[in-house]
């Protein structure tokens, strides 16, 4: 069965620091990933999200992820946090293949709250 | 927004009692998902639909059901309210497994 795990779960930042939020599934088969934000009050918006080619991804407001296949692993990067990227912040993946029924599994979350 | 109605938005309900919560979509999406979102566990897959009829059970079903007769309405009901399924509930759908899915405004339940 497919699982998410995310190691952060509270994250303090001043303005301009970088950002790095860790994300690990298990599921031995091809997946597609995504990162997942919800500002105060409101409801999930996508990021970014991976399923093939390159492992570097680039999405809205200047985050990005690596996919690491080896590392089963899915980090979202940002060089210079923003007061405004006080968010949750959550990572998902759902398997590939003839038996996927699309079911999408989300981690823990992390808070990140950015000090201006 | 993704058209994506859930209905109420808040209810508080006693314990013991069955309450339904509905989804409605205009975007005759394929793939509906309930989730509810409690501090520290993030989002958990309740049940999801994956067409009409077609429904399976995510991580945290049990106490709750769900059906599907048709594309756009996607019903949750909680057999018998207790106080651990006070919670916010979300909807999503999606077209297909490799794309976005689209939330709703969420359900704050209380079950008191």
């Known amino acids: 069965a497919q699982s998410v795990s995310q190691h952060n779960h509270h994250v303090i930042l001043s303005e301009a620091a970088s950002l790095e939020l860790g994300c690990n599934y298990s599921y031995g088969g091809t997946v597609n990933l995504f990162w997942y934000v919800q500002y105060p009050g409101q409801h999930l918006q996508l990021l970014l999200k991976?399923?093939?080619?390159?492992?570097l991804v680039k999405g809205i407001k200047g985050f990005e992820a690596e996919f690491i296949k080896s590392k089963f692993s899915f980090n979202l990067r940002k060089p210079s946090v923003q007061w405004s990227d006080t968010a949750e912040y959550f990572c998902a993946v759902n398997a590939r293949g003839s038996s996927n029924t699309g079911k999408l599994i989300f981690g823990q979350g992390t808070t990140l709250q950015v000090k201006p | 927004d993704a058209g994506i109605t859930q209905s109420p938005r808040h209810k508080v309900t006693e314990t013991g009692t069955p309450v339904t919560l509905r989804c409605h979509q205009t975007e005759n999406h394929r793939y509906m998902y309930w989730y509810r979102q409690d501090p520290g566990h993030g989002l958990r897959l309740i049940h999801y639909s994956y067409g009409v009829k077609d429904t399976d059970k995510g991580e945290v079903s049990d106490g709750y059901s769900v059906s599907r007769s048709k594309t756009e309405d996607f019903l949750l009901t909680l057999e018998s309210a207790t106080s651990s399924q006070t919670s916010v509930y979300f909807c999503?759908?999606?077209?297909?497994?490799?794309?976005?899915?689209?939330f709703g405004q969420g359900t704050r339940l209380t079950v008191v």
């Open positions: 991976y399923f093939s080619g390159d492992p």
């Open positions: 999503a759908i999606r077209t297909a497994p490799n794309t976005e899915a689209f």
